[in-house]
């Protein structure tokens, strides 16, 4: 279950930008790596959620290992894309000896920029759902 962290009334309007993240392969890494998962995906949102908020991110739903952030601008969403790629390559991930590698997540992020106007419940439009297929894009 997802949940929405920003109501509608500051949130960006106009042109503004959105970004996706998702872990790669997170229902295999998440098996692959038992109870200690939930350890992996709690650092995971909180080194993102620092790295969204100190960019003036918003975000606007969190479902899984999945955020949906809006900028106001795209300098300081793809800012936050390095910055966050920068943060989770650099974070010391727990190991194992069971473990073919140390526990870091592998994270996909799709931004895209147009015209959405917030309502109370977020924004609706097909920008919204452009943004979503970006980050879904295969290599």
């Known amino acids: 279950m997802g949940s929405l962290t920003t109501p509608g009334g500051d949130l960006p309007s106009g042109v503004v930008t959105f970004l996706f993240t998702d872990i790669e392969g997170s229902t295999r890494f998440a098996c692959e ?17 620092k790295v969204f908020s100190c960019r003036e991110g918003s975000e606007l739903l969190t479902e899984g290992d999945s955020f949906f952030v809006v900028f106001a601008n795209a ?17 010391p991930w727990p190991t194992a000896d069971r473990w073919r590698r140390p526990a870091r997540p592998r994270v996909r992020i799709g ?10 419940q977020g924004y609706a439009s097909s920008i919204v759902h452009r943004a979503a297929r970006v980050r879904r894009r295969p290599r």
């Not at 998962?37 to 709690?42: A, G």
């Open 111 to 120: 931004i895209h920029t147009g015209y959405a106007i917030p309502d109370n």
């Open 75 to 91: 300098f300081d969403a793809i800012d936050a894309a390095v910055t966050a790629q920068e943060t989770l390559t650099g974070h």
């Open 33 to 49: 790596l038992g109870e200690d998962y939930r350890k992996v995906l709690h650092d995971h949102r909180r080194l993102l959620r």
